[in-house]
């Protein structure tokens, strides 16, 4: 049993130290600190912070019973035994259904170093029960904030779509630029609500998306959710090597990472002082990565969060990782945490320097590697151009229909729009097998599974791109082998549909 520190109520020295050579018999190791009166035992409450109390019935001007009163008020748990000459059975149950853990007789003391340890294993015990118990209802939390954010997500997407198409058709109109800018903005705020659904659903899900972060972006995003949190009596400072380095992260993620940091950091500093975040491409020795550490052989980008408050003690340090440890009253010591599987889900390793009167800091390491096909997204929209292409598009909703029609005929195709399953298959029987389809996969009245089993039964064979969201494409098993099939996220952009249309129907001429 480790150090256990054993805070004593007790008037009697000789008393005191026969309780304690039970301790020593039974080679309990402990600590102990000896009180007699109520200021006292609520000082050291506060600074002995102890393990266990054993405590005497009667003490002149203060009670066991008022000890014990005080102790409930501030702790559930903590062990607490009288120790006592005097007490009787009536007494002592009454002890006992007032908080008290046990009671020994002075004079049969041979069971209190046993009584001792079972009390503080209790105490351990229901100390984990509760913090199991906690864990639950937050994993429960998180489970019904993981159902909510699936069916809003939905809902958003259809939401979002609009202005994602009428954005990128309206920055078409480059004669007027009123009309592009507009455009610009329209597009902007589709894709930015578009990576905070697809964030949402990574955080409840916990899942990370990847995507490509320009640096200056990630940095100016969390400067501006940074005003207003900081304080006059702290400086920020922002330093960044190349604002244009892009790399393959979650911008959402990381936002939240250097936003705990920089709080916490400002906690830290309740007087004042100086907070700089800065970033730069390093390259790190060979030694740099510990026994388990992820590392590849490349470029790293460093983030460090530096701040000159008080620094951390060794003690505090060694902790900081770990599961509801924090420094803070009102903290749940999850923050640090997350930032780490942050890091660590980004492929990176984080550092940790603070010392007692020296400030701190936090560097994170991502690694720079261009994302695989990275060039091959590199297309000029040239190539996006149709050439007359019969699209047969099907989608439910009555506005996103005509917006992806008319946004395919701008470029080039003949889109032909049908708002069900069973208005495609009309359009079919009069009008022929189209050269691609574009279907909506989550069509309620005549499903898209259902839609395109029936186009394989009349014959056709050409490509399909199908609009699922993200994760959740429909089960086609049962359908017939598809050899062109694409699947794209929705809300669909300008780029990637035209994109999917292009690859697709270069697969199909080339397998002909």
């Not at 301790?23 to 006292?40: C, F, G, N």
């Not at 899942?207 to 959710?225: H, K, M, N, P, W």
């Not at 839609?451 to 017939?480: C, F, I, M, N």
């Amino acid at each position: 049993m480790p150090n256990v520190r054993v805070l004593q109520v007790e008037d009697s020295q000789l008393d005191a130290e026969l309780v304690l050579a039970e301790l020593d018999a039974d080679r309990i190791d402990y600590e102990a600190r000896l009180v007699d009166d109520e200021a006292h035992f609520v000082t050291a409450l506060d600074e002995f912070k102890p393990h266990i109390v054993l405590s005497d019935l009667s003490i002149p001007g203060f009670s066991g019973q008022h000890a014990l009163e005080l102790l409930r008020q501030r702790d559930e748990d903590l062990p607490f035994i009288f120790v006592s000459a005097t007490l009787g059975e009536e007494a002592a149950i009454e002890a006992l259904r007032n908080g008290a853990t046990d009671y020994i007789l002075k004079q049969n003391p041979a069971r209190l170093a046993s009584a001792v340890r079972r009390a503080l294993d209790e105490a351990e015990a229901r100390r984990a029960r509760r913090a199991a118990e906690a864990e639950l209802i937050r994993a429960q939390r998180f489970e019904s904030l993981a159902m909510l954010a699936g069916g809003l997500s939905h809902d958003l997407r259809n939401l979002l779509q609009p202005l994602l198409l009428v954005g990128d058709s309206l920055q078409d109109y480059q004669h007027d630029p009123r009309l592009a800018r507009l455009g610009k903005l329209v597009r902007d705020c589709g894709k930015r609500g578009l990576d905070m659904v697809h964030s949402m659903l990574s955080f409840a899900r916990g899942a990370r998306r990847a995507e490509q972060v320009r640096l200056g972006a990630l940095f100016s995003a969390f400067d501006l959710l940074m005003q207003g949190s900081v304080p006059r009596t702290v400086t920020m400072e922002l330093a960044i090597d190349d604002p244009e380095l892009t790399f393959e992260g979650n911008h959402t993620e990381l936002q939240q990472c250097l936003l705990n940091l920089c709080l916490n950091a400002i906690q830290a500093m309740p007087g004042g002082g100086h907070l700089r975040v800065e970033a730069a491409r390093v390259q790190p020795a060979e030694d740099f990565f510990r026994p388990g550490e992820p590392s590849r052989q490349c470029c790293y980008l460093c983030i460090s969060v530096i701040d000159d408050g008080p620094g951390m003690e060794p003690a505090v340090r060694e902790r900081l990782f770990e599961p509801f440890f924090t420094t803070k009253e009102a903290g749940t010591g999850l923050g640090l945490l997350s930032c780490k599987r942050i890091v660590t889900s980004h492929g990176g390793v984080m550092r940790v320097g603070s010392e007692p009167g020296r400030g701190s800091r936090f560097d994170l390491y991502l690694p720079l590697e261009a994302p695989a096909g990275a060039d091959e997204q590199m297309d000029d929209q040239d190539n996006l151009e149709g050439s007359a292409e019969n699209v047969l598009v099907v989608v439910e909703e009555a506005g996103q229909l005509s917006l992806l029609a008319d946004t395919l005929d701008a470029w080039g195709y003949q889109a032909h729009a049908s708002q069900s399953g069973t208005a495609a298959l009309q359009w079919i029987e009069a009008a022929g097998l189209p050269d691609m389809v574009v279907l909506d996969a989550d069509m309620n009245l005549f499903t898209g599974v259902r839609t395109l089993a029936a186009l394989v039964e009349r014959g056709y064979g050409g490509a399909v791109v199908l609009l699922a969201r993200a994760g959740a494409a429909p089960d086609l098993h049962e359908l017939p082998p598809l050899q062109h099939l694409y699947v794209v996220d929705k809300p669909v952009t300008t780029q990637a549909l035209l994109r999917a249309l292009r690859n697709a129907l270069g697969a199909t001429r080339n397998s002909s």
